[in-house]
């Protein structure tokens, strides 16, 4: 199974919209690609980390609480793609998940809505 998510420097999980690398994980082999975050040279943070994920192949997401817009709820969904929610902060090798609920993608949603407000 191959796993999406973003992280820091450190390898924390860290929002779509705010970490710094975007990772591939097999969950028989590790990590297996890393880039940098798509989502921080775009206006469309999320959705375009749920893309990216999509694009590569991934079998599930795991999400970063804050993470899941209503637009990258629609793109993941729309692909098949598994969609988990964890804490950000958390090491990626010790990630403990649970599926996405209709309120996470609520929040996430309000929370990119203010994001963007306050990049103006």
């Not at 609480?65 to 090798?93: A, F």
């Amino acid at each position: 199974m191959i796993m999406c998510t973003t992280v820091n420097d450190d390898y924390r999980v860290e929002v779509f919209s705010r970490a710094t690398k975007l990772v591939l994980v097999d969950t028989s082999r590790g990590v297996i690609h890393v880039e940098d975050n798509p989502a921080l040279q775009s206006v469309n943070k999320r959705p375009t980390v749920a893309r990216r994920c999509v694009e590569l192949g991934a079998d599930v997401v795991i999400a970063p609480h804050g993470s899941v817009c209503y637009p990258s709820y629609r793109i993941l969904k729309q692909h098949n793609v598994k969609i988990y929610v964890t804490e950000p902060g958390l090491d990626l090798s010790s990630i403990s998940a649970i599926p996405l609920s209709r309120w996470e993608v609520f929040y996430s949603s309000i929370i990119a809505v203010l994001e963007r407000l306050s990049e103006r």
